[in-house]
C-alpha cells in the first residue's frame, strides 16, 4: 500500500494551460504539504493544511491554489502555467502540525514540463 | 530566519570508506533537525531525526548524526559506505511554533564508487 500518493507522475503541457496534481495520504494524517523542488534540487515549501484548514502559505503566486477535500487528499492546481512552473512537486503527510518533530511522510513527486 | 547549511554539494566516496556528509544550522531557539534521503526519480525517505532526547542519532541503513550545539551542527556519518547509498541527501530544520514548517538544505549529492 502506498502511505502517500501523487497523481499524475509526469505532466507536460504547454504555456498558459491549467493544471492540478492530486495527492492522497492513507496514514491518517492529519497534516499535509506541498513542496516544490526545482532543477537545482532545492526543496521549498509551499503550502500546509492541518484537517483540511490552510495553515501554512508561502510566497507562491496567486496562480497556485490548493484544495483540501478532507484531511486525506490535498490537491495542487495551477492556473496560467509559466516556464518556470517546472519542478518536481511532492506531498507529504505529517500525523500532526503540533508536534514539529513529527515525521513527514513524502509521495513520489509529479514532474512539471511547462513547454 | 532559520536556515540549514550543507557544506559541499558533492561528495565522492570509496565503497567500504567512511561517509561525512555536513550540515550547519542557524538557531536562536532550540532546533528539530532531520536528515532526509532521496534516491534517483523518487521521493524522500527520513534517515533520522534530533528531537533532543539524545544528541547521538542513530538512523536507518547504518547513519547516524551527532547534534553538536556549540559547533551548531548536525553531520550525518556512516562508517562503510555501500553502492546503494548512492543518493541525494537533505538536512532540514524545523522549530516549535512553527507549524512544523520544514526549512531544507541545498543538498548532497553521494557517490560511491568501486
Known amino acids: 500500500d502506498t502511505a502517500v500518493s501523487q497523481t499524475p507522475k509526469y505532466l507536460v503541457t504547454q504555456m498558459g494551460n491549467d493544471k492540478s496534481i492530486k495527492c492522497e495520504q492513507n496514514?491518517?494524517?492529519?497534516?499535509m504539504y506541498w513542496y516544490k523542488q526545482d532543477s537545482k534540487k532545492f526543496l521549498k515549501i509551499m503550502f500546509s493544511y492541518n484537517n483540511k484548514e490552510l495553515i501554512i502559505n508561502e510566497t507562491v503566486p496567486n496562480r497556485f491554489s490548493p484544495k483540501s477535500p478532507d484531511k486525506a487528499h490535498l490537491n495542487l492546481h495551477i492556473n496560467s502555467l509559466e516556464l518556470g512552473d517546472s519542478a518536481v512537486y511532492f506531498c507529504?503527510?505529517?500525523?500532526?502540525?503540533?508536534?514539529?518533530?513529527?515525521?513527514?511522510?513524502f509521495g513520489p513527486g509529479t514532474r512539471l514540463t511547462v513547454l | 530566519a532559520q536556515s540549514v547549511t550543507q557544506l559541499g554539494s558533492h561528495v565522492s566516496v570509496s565503497e567500504g570508506a567512511l561517509v561525512l556528509l555536513r550540515c550547519n544550522y542557524s538557531?536562536?531557539?532550540?532546533?528539530?533537525l532531520f536528515w532526509y534521503v532521496q534516491y534517483p526519480n523518487q521521493g524522500l525517505q527520513l534517515l533520522l531525526k534530533y528531537t533532543s532526547a539524545a544528541t547521538l542519532v542513530k538512523g536507518i541503513n547504518g547513519f547516524e548524526a551527532e547534534f553538536k550545539k556549540s559547533e551548531t551542527s548536525f553531520h550525518l556519518t556512516k562508517p562503510s559506505a555501500h553502492m546503494s547509498d548512492a543518493a541525494e541527501y537533505f538536512c532540514a530544520v524545523t522549530y516549535t511554533g512553527t507549524a512544523s514548517k520544514l526549512t531544507f538544505g541545498t543538498g548532497t549529492r553521494l557517490q560511491v564508487t568501486l
Open positions: 496514514l491518517g494524517h492529519d497534516t
Open positions: 507529504a503527510s505529517s500525523a500532526d502540525v503540533s508536534g514539529p518533530y513529527n515525521e513527514q511522510f
Open positions: 538557531s536562536s531557539v532550540p532546533p528539530y
